[in-house]
């Protein structure tokens, strides 16, 4: 009787271990669509950890079950992807506001229609989840341990960021504001989270300012942590980035980008949920180790304050002139209530 009790639990126990090994490979990705009645909405192809919402929602099939597929178009340089999707060769990708706004001041018919990453403000979520942190090199700087000490520097403080009008550059110059640092002290160097952290190491540069997976690598190289999104005092709004598409699509697709809204909702609230699973299914996408998980929002509505701040700082910068662009014309609410009357009615 005691043995076959425990074959019983030693076989529950395989049983269980499978099923949450099969949660992540019962899902082949959907490298073309597996039926003709799943409307095809493309996007270029992520090799960073901005990938994990999109991989998460065809992998785990809650693209395939709203009757959406991805179609991926390849590698897009940042400076081209606005006009990639303009052009219609991709129809959609999350941008924080920042980048969203400056496409619209400058003419472009781009929406955002739902929210995508955000910043965790519960303080039961680790800090390993904020959007970012900020790293020195305690050999080459000795004397910086917070982000206000970076005023000790002489001269120019070189900083990395993977481009311009994004979070990087915002939340730096936010920071800087904060601890009184001259935002013309700053030298802006462009690369990518990856090569920022070999930089930092070989003294090539002052300050880098990484997400969630490169964390841990940065400790490894031997950074110091000087500060992190939190500090900004943005909450919510530090991580926000939205979902855009091409007003044209919005106004001639509006059903099946609800579809997609939830779709990609769902596959938020799994890789909150499995920050782990979400990361492995991230290292398969990307072909690199992921160790840090950004954080996404569960919100059917689209909070469009959260964007404020970044507009204020584009006007304060004189990127955008006053009113060129608003919260009201960031964002388009038609999306959201069309899925909250479908919840209603369900």
Sequence with gaps: MANSIWLKVTLGVVVVAA????????????????ATNLFVIKTWTRKDCSVTPWTVAERLGFLKAEGIALKFTGETQPALQVPSIIRGDNDV????????????????????????????????????????????NPTKHPEVKTFADLAKIPGKIKITTITTNICADFETKLLADRYHIPRDKIEWVTMP??????????????????HPPFYL???????????????????????????????????????????????MRKAQIWANEHPAEAGKLTEEAIGQPVRGYHYYSTNVRVDE????????????????????VTTKTLITHEIE???LALALRN
Excluded: C
């Excluded at 598409?245 to 609800?258: L, M, N, S, T, V």
């Excluded at 304050?305 to 060129?324: F, H, Q, T």
């Design 19 to 34: 099923l949450s090994v099969g949660a992540v490979r019962a899902y082949k990705r959907l490298d073309k669509p597996q």
């Design 93 to 136: 990708s999350s941008f924080h506001p920042n980048t969203l706004a400056v496409a619209k001041a400058g003419g472009a018919k781009l929406t955002g229609v739902a929210e995508g990453g955000i910043e965790p403000t519960d303080p039961k979520i680790e800090e390993r989840f904020r959007h970012m942190w900020w790293f020195v």
């Design 193 to 210: 989270d990856v090569q920022a952290i070999q930089s930092l190491k070989q003294g090539l540069i002052d300050v880098s300012e990484v």
């Design 337 to 339: 209530e069309r899925n």
């Design 217 to 263: 690598g940065m400790k490894e190289a031997g950074a110091l942590k000087i500060a992190d999104s939190f500090e900004t005092g943005l909450g919510a709004s530090a991580g926000v980035t939205y979902y855009a598409f091409r007003d044209e699509f919005i106004k001639k697709y509006p059903d099946q980008i609800a579809a997609f809204a939830r779709a």
């Design 305 to 324: 304050s959260l964007a404020e701040p970044w507009l204020d700082d584009l006007v304060k910068s004189g990127v955008i002139k006053p009113g060129s």
